[in-house]
T-cell receptor, first 112, second 112 residues
């Protein structure tokens, strides 16, 4: 079974803090994704990564950056957290040759 | 661009009732279609998928048929259980695209 894990299930941070969200997958998938989920909006893509050190902006990259130094790990960074970044963050991965994405359990972030 | 529209919720049903959640899509190519389910406090789990027209995806008593002529992928279940209470997301992805488009999600509550 594919396993995608995220470092925290819940986080509480203050405005202006730098926040790191970590995602690890154990199936040697080339592609990894970060989404945010907000009520009524579904999932929106923040960034994705084709492979190690490769990244592409998604639909809503503003205020975020990412890092992919190893194939199994994809980090989402909030350089200076703001209250409008309070959300559920979901990581996903997949093989390049296939379309199915596999998701982690999510991190619910509250920025005060 | 590609997009997915699914029926708004919430949907409340009694146990053993018939379920339909409508999903229609817009795509420029030949997408694969998915239903994901999110149980309370969890990430998204793949429920079923279909990769070409007239394919039927099925899992755990849920079914959906890929209808190219109506650009639809409606989710159905003949007899819902309390344990089916969750949020359901319709999604599409194309092989040459690196992102997945999601509907807004439909919350289903099943009462005993």
């Amino acid at each position: 079974d594919v396993k995608v894990t995220q470092s925290s299930r819940y986080l509480v941070k203050r405005t202006g803090e730098k926040v790191f969200l970590e995602c690890v997958q154990d199936m040697d998938h080339e592609n990894m994704f970060w989404y945010r989920q907000d009520p009524g909006l579904g999932l929106r893509l923040i960034y994705f990564s084709y492979d190690v050190k490769m990244k592409e902006k998604g639909d809503i990259p503003e205020g975020y950056s990412v890092s992919r130094e190893k194939k199994e790990r994809f980090s989402l960074i909030l350089e200076s957290a703001s209250t409008n970044q309070t959300s559920m963050y979901l990581c996903a991965s997949r093989l390049t040759a296939l379309v199915t994405q596999y998701f982690g359990p999510g991190t619910r972030l509250l920025v005060l | 661009g590609n997009s997915v529209t699914q029926m708004e919720g919430p949907v409340t049903l009694s146990e053993e009732a018939f379920l339909t959640i409508n999903c229609t899509y817009t795509a420029t190519g030949y997408p694969s279609l998915f239903w994901y389910v999110q149980y309370p406090g969890e990430g998204l789990q793949l429920l079923l998928k279909a990769t070409k027209a007239d394919d039927k995806g099925s899992n755990k008593g849920f079914e959906a048929t890929y209808r190219k002529e109506t650009t639809s992928f409606h989710l159905e279940k003949g007899s819902v259980q309390v344990s089916d209470s969750a949020v359901y997301f319709c999604a599409l992805s194309e092989r040459n695209n690196n992102d997945m488009r999601f509907g807004a999600g439909t919350r289903l509550t099943v009462k005993p």
